[in-house]
């Protein structure tokens, strides 16, 4: 009983926690795609500077 009620509590706190990011990311004018996508290009930015040096 008591791990059940425990998981319910985590699991909504996740799901909290992730509402708030999106939310925080949507203000920010970004969606998490495009968050991704800079990240993305970030690190390959970083791998080809890697590879030339």
Do not use: P
Not at 37 to 42: I, P
């Amino acid at each position: 009983m008591i791990k059940k009620k425990l998981s319910a509590v985590l699991s909504t706190a996740l799901i909290v926690s992730m509402l708030t990011t999106s939310v925080i990311v949507a203000i920010q004018g970004k969606t998490t795609l495009e968050v991704a996508k800079t990240a993305g290009d970030k690190k390959v930015e970083v791998i080809k500077g890697i590879q030339s040096a």
